[in-house]
């Protein structure tokens, strides 16, 4: 069994700073793909905001323009995000993922619950 926690959401003003982070816990061999989904309205289909691969690899969301660094360490099973100059459209819930291989499964997706983040003027 593997679990997602991500941490860091709240509020914060338009034009500011945040920054969110995921951990993942469980029967881990290895860990491919990390990163981070949001879902700006709620139900809706999750789009892609960040992910890194285990080498390195990182791939953005076209929204983005260079707003968010996604880092990782792979030491620690842990995806971080830190996002700048956000702004209103940004208010989501952001979802951590990681495709995890196990001892005894192959390479299975898991999400994390979400975290709120809304930005305010």
């Known amino acids: 069994q593997v679990q997602l926690v991500e941490s860091g959401g709240g509020s914060v003003q338009r034009g500011g700073s945040h920054q969110l982070s995921c951990t993942a816990s469980g029967t881990i061999v290895s860990i491919n793909d990390m990163g981070w989904f949001r879902e700006v309205v709620r139900g809706q289909s999750r789009e892609l905001v960040a992910?890194?691969?285990?080498?390195?690899?990182?791939r953005y969301g076209d929204f983005v323009k260079g707003r968010f660094a996604i880092s990782r360490d792979n030491a620690k099973n842990t995806v971080s995000l830190d996002m700048k100059n956000l702004d209103l459209h940004d208010t989501a819930v952001y979802f951590c993922?990681?495709?995890?291989?196990?001892?005894?499964?192959?390479?299975?997706?898991?999400w994390g619950r979400g975290i709120p983040v809304a930005v305010s003027s």
């Open positions: 993922k990681a495709v995890v291989i196990g001892p005894d499964f192959p390479a299975t997706q898991y």
């Open positions: 992910v890194v691969t285990a080498s390195g690899s990182k």
